[in-house]
């Protein structure tokens, strides 16, 4: 059975008290979350020590920590850079690769986030992999092929075993982020179900079967019930609506 994943992406937001705070409220009010259902905060890299410690206090079962990007270099002359050991070694368990954001604003290419994606599975962490299109690409009806370069040029080099122990996929329409525009349930519907028959192409049906896929553009307390029903859609990477608690608390509740 898939996992059904509710991961929220602080971006570059809170101070951390408010992100302290924010984690407390989360996890004290929860449902219980039993082994097929995760909640994943991605914090800003100076907030992991501390909302790792936050996790570890309040002991709650199924609760993660998750970075927001990587470097690819085990270390070296990079300057304001993060190496994954050092996201290890502070507790992060996923990192999110490839979200637009990086793509637009620090031209992430499809190889530089393959590079990426291999030092995450060498080093056995979860890679949240976002992809997704602009508007003009789903205006001239190009987002299937779109969508499929990046997953090929970035994903589907991995074997089996690394995609369906490594790997999270999350789709998110760019069109859609962070401008109150949720692509439809039959929009996201038909991009989670094409991804998944691309896994199931390239690999086999039994892994596209358990690999999750969220959905990433605009989801909110509002919506989040309606999108989580669809057939394969597994939950949500969650932006704004992931910086307060009574905004958050419904998105986890529609796992259920």
């Given at each position: 059975?898939?996992?059904?994943?509710?991961?929220?992406?602080?971006?570059?937001?809170?101070?951390?008290?408010?992100?302290?705070?924010?984690?407390?409220?989360?996890?004290?009010?929860?449902?219980?979350?039993?082994?097929?259902?995760?909640?994943?905060?991605?914090?800003?890299?100076?907030?992991?020590?501390?909302?790792?410690?936050?996790?570890?206090?309040?002991?709650?079962?199924?609760?993660?920590?998750?970075?927001?990007?990587?470097?690819?270099?085990?270390?070296?002359?990079?300057?304001?850079?993060?190496?994954?050991?050092?996201?290890?070694?502070?507790?992060?368990?996923?990192?999110?690769?490839?979200?637009?954001?990086?793509?637009?604003?620090?031209?992430?290419?499809?190889?530089?986030?393959?590079?990426?994606?291999?030092?995450?599975?060498?080093?056995?962490?979860?890679?949240?992999?976002?992809?997704?299109?602009?508007?003009?690409?789903?205006?001239?009806n190009t987002q299937n092929e779109f969508?499929?370069?990046?997953?090929?040029?970035?994903?589907?080099?991995?074997?089996?075993?690394?995609?369906?122990?490594?790997?999270?996929?999350?789709?998110?329409?760019?069109?859609?982020?962070?401008?109150?525009?949720?692509?439809?349930?039959?929009?996201?519907?038909?991009?989670?179900?094409?991804?998944?028959?691309?896994?199931?192409?390239?690999?086999?049906?039994?892994i596209a079967q358990e690999i999750s896929?969220?959905?990433?553009?605009?989801?909110?307390?509002?919506?989040?019930?309606?999108?989580?029903?669809?057939?394969?859609?597994?939950?949500?990477?969650?932006?704004?609506?992931?910086?307060?608690?009574?905004?958050?608390?419904?998105?986890?509740?529609?796992?259920?």
């Amino acid at each position: 059975m898939r996992k059904k994943i509710v991961a929220g992406n602080w971006k570059m937001n809170m101070t951390l008290a408010d992100g302290e705070a924010l984690v407390e409220e989360i996890m004290n009010k929860s449902p219980e979350l039993d082994d097929n259902k995760q909640v994943i905060f991605c914090t800003p890299f100076t907030h992991l020590m501390l909302i790792d410690d936050t996790i570890t206090e309040l002991s709650k079962p199924n609760f993660f920590l998750g970075a927001q990007n990587c470097n690819n270099n085990t270390s070296g002359a990079y300057t304001g850079e993060i190496s994954i050991s050092m996201l290890e070694e502070v507790g992060v368990d996923s990192v999110i690769i490839g979200h637009s954001e990086r793509r637009q604003y620090y031209a992430e290419s499809n190889e530089f986030l393959k590079s990426k994606v291999d030092a995450l599975v060498e080093n056995d962490l979860q890679v949240i992999f976002c992809c997704g299109e602009s508007l003009e690409i789903r205006e001239a009806n190009t987002q299937n092929e779109f969508v499929a370069k990046q997953l090929e040029e970035s994903l589907f080099h991995l074997d089996a075993a690394q995609m369906l122990n490594n790997v999270v996929i999350a789709y998110e329409p760019i069109w859609a982020i962070g401008t109150g525009k949720t692509a439809t349930t039959a929009q996201a519907q038909e991009m989670h179900s094409y991804i998944r028959s691309l896994i199931a192409i390239k690999y086999n049906n039994e892994i596209a079967q358990e690999i999750s896929i969220l959905y990433g553009g605009s989801c909110n307390a509002t919506n989040a019930k309606e999108l989580f029903a669809c057939e394969d859609v597994d939950g949500g990477l969650i932006g704004g609506a992931a910086l307060k608690a009574d905004t958050f608390l419904p998105i986890i509740e529609a796992m259920f």
